[in-house]
C-alpha cells in the first residue's frame, strides 16, 4: 500500500532544484568516460563502498548525436539512460589519453586515426580544432583538444530526449588532469572549466 501510493505520487516541481545542489549518489549516476580513464572514483563521488556508478566507456567518450531512428549509436547510451533511474549524469574527459593522441597525430598511430576520422561524433571534435587551435602544439593543443572533445560530446549528449527535459538527470561536463590530480568541472554561467578543489 505504501509501496504503490509513493509510486503514484508524481516528483514536486522542485524536485530538479533541490537537486541541482546535492551530492552525486552514484546509485543514480551514469559515469559517461573514456576506455583508458583511471579516474579514482572514489574520490570524485562516482563510487560508495567499493561500489561504482553505472559506466558508459569508449575511446574519447564518443557519443552519437540523437536521431529517431533506433540506430545501434544510439542505441547503449539509451538503454544505459533508461535501465534504471538516473539523476546525474557525468561525462568526464581526461588529459592522458590514446584516443586523443590518436585523433591529434594522424602519423602516431594510423590505423586508429582513420578509424576515428570516419567516427562523426570524434570527426566533429577534430574539425573544431583544427579550425581554432592550428596554431598551439604539445600540451597546450592537448589540453584545447580535451576540453572541446568533452564540450562537443556533452552537446551531444544534450540532444537525448530524457536529458534535454526540464525534470531530467542534471548534467556534468568534467575533466580530470593526470598530471596533478586534477579535477575541472564545467561551469554553464562561466562558459569554462573551473578548477574544483579537493576534497571534491
Ligand atoms: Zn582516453
Known amino acids: 500500500m505504501h509501496l504503490s501510493s509513493s509510486t503514484t505520487t508524481p516528483p514536486p516541481a522542485s524536485t530538479r532544484r533541490r537537486r541541482a545542489t546535492a551530492a552525486l549518489d552514484p546509485r543514480h549516476t551514469l559515469l559517461v568516460s573514456c576506455f583508458d580513464a583511471a579516474l579514482p572514483l572514489e574520490r570524485l563521488g562516482l563510487s560508495a563502498r567499493g561500489n561504482p556508478c553505472a559506466q558508459v566507456r569508449s575511446p574519447a567518450h564518443l557519443v552519437a548525436p540523437w536521431s529517431d531512428e533506433a540506430t545501434s549509436e544510439n542505441a ?12 546525474d ?14 585523433l591529434l597525430d594522424q602519423e602516431r598511430d594510423a590505423a586508429a586515426s582513420r578509424l576515428l576520422s570516419q567516427v ?5 571534435t577534430l574539425d573544431l580544432v583544427r579550425r581554432n ?12 583538444a580535451a ?8 552537446d551531444h549528449l544534450l540532444t537525448y530526449p530524457l536529458l ?24 554553464f554561467e562561466a562558459s569554462q572549466f573551473v578548477h574544483q578543489v579537493s576534497p571534491w
Open 76 to 87: 547503449l547510451l539509451t538503454l544505459s539512460l533508461s535501465m534504471r533511474e538516473t539523476h
Open 89 to 102: 549524469v557525468v561525462i568526464c574527459g581526461h588529459l592522458r589519453c590514446a584516443a586523443l593522441d590518436a
Open 120 to 124: 562523426p561524433a570524434a570527426q566533429a
Open 133 to 144: 587551435y592550428g596554431d598551439l602544439g604539445g600540451e597546450a593543443l592537448r589540453e584545447a
Open 147 to 154: 576540453q572541446e572533445n568533452v564540450l562537443t560530446q556533452l
Open 164 to 187: 534535454s527535459r526540464v525534470d531530467g538527470p542534471r548534467v556534468h561536463a568534467w575533466l580530470y588532469d593526470e598530471r596533478d590530480a586534477s579535477l575541472w568541472a564545467y561551469s
